[in-house]
């Protein structure tokens, strides 16, 4: 009886935790680790469409979400996209002296908490890279709510740079603008061969109600109209490129194939 419990506790754990990995032609391994799996709130979203129409896409007013990490693998080195809250780490999903290089979508807390221990000290010894504007906005002494940024740059110090948009911060991996959600904030575009990851992001939150209706927004979404904006051309850069496109908060592993659907939406296969 102990042993069938404990069996199914850990298949339950695996699934709760699920951990899944693609390999892109070109030699890149990516691996999409759920940090913390949640549900958004339909009370966090507004735009064009009434309560009982956002509704339809939400039943029970909530959407599945997670909060993923990816860790992309090439040449020799492992780079770690987003940090989540700090989860993976402590349950030793992520060894951070695995972790050579960490890259940034956003400052924003469920995407940086994880760099630091809770004494305040860095988790990781490696670089982290942040967007020029990103890091700006929030070490502005006027950004209200940026302890934790403030704090990631000392606690980082020399480790803590930043990029600009087109950068390649290494080979296969390029910064794209996709400000809207935070001033900053950043997609990166994976590969080198013909196949390609689009990491975007919190380009959307609810996945079951922004593919079909990106014009919804998110109430984290610092500029709404540029978000919507950035959302609906990411989307139409990976569906015209034919790249694999991945968020943050889509259910894990969070990436898949977005195709319009004709009406100003979008279908995502994952
Ligand atoms: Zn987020």
């Known amino acids: 009886m102990k042993k069938l419990s404990l069996s199914v506790f850990l298949f339950l754990t695996a699934f709760c935790f699920a951990q899944k990995s693609i390999v892109l032609d070109g030699g890149f391994e990516i691996t999409a680790i759920d940090d913390q799996p949640r549900e958004m709130d339909a009370s966090l979203f507004s735009g064009k469409l009434t309560e009982a129409q956002k509704l339809s896409y939400m039943p029970g007013g909530k959407a599945p979400a997670s909060v993923n990490m990816f860790l992309v693998k090439s040449g020799g080195k492992t780079y770690m996209i987003d940090a989540g809250f700090g989860n993976a780490v402590k349950d030793k999903r992520i060894d951070p002296k695995k972790v050579d290089v960490i890259i940034i979508t956003h400052e924003h807390g469920d995407h940086i908490s994880g760099l ?14 942040i967007s020029k ?118 259910p894990n592993p969070g990436w898949g194939k977005v195709k319009s659907n004709g009406k100003g939406g979008f279908v995502f296969t994952p």
Not at 116 to 129: H, I, L
């Open 116 to 129: 630091m221990k809770e004494d305040g000290t860095a988790y990781f010894s490696a670089p982290v890279f």
């Open 133 to 250: 504007p990103e890091s700006e906005y929030w070490l502005k002494k006027e950004t209200p709510n940026s302890d934790l940024q403030k704090k990631l740059a000392n606690v980082y110090a020399n480790r803590y740079k930043t990029f600009n948009f087109g950068d390649t911060l290494a080979p296969g991996i390029v910064a794209i603008n996709a400000i809207g959600h935070t001033p900053g904030h950043t997609a990166f575009l994976i590969g080198t061969g013909k196949q390609k990851l689009l990491i975007a992001g919190d380009f959307l939150h609810a996945a079951a109600l922004q593919f079909p209706e990106p014009t919804e927004s998110a109430s984290f979404d610092v500029d709404k109209e540029q978000a919507v904006k950035t959302r609906i051309s990411l989307m139409e850069q990976a569906e015209k490129n034919g790249w694999f496109i991945a968020g943050i908060h889509v």
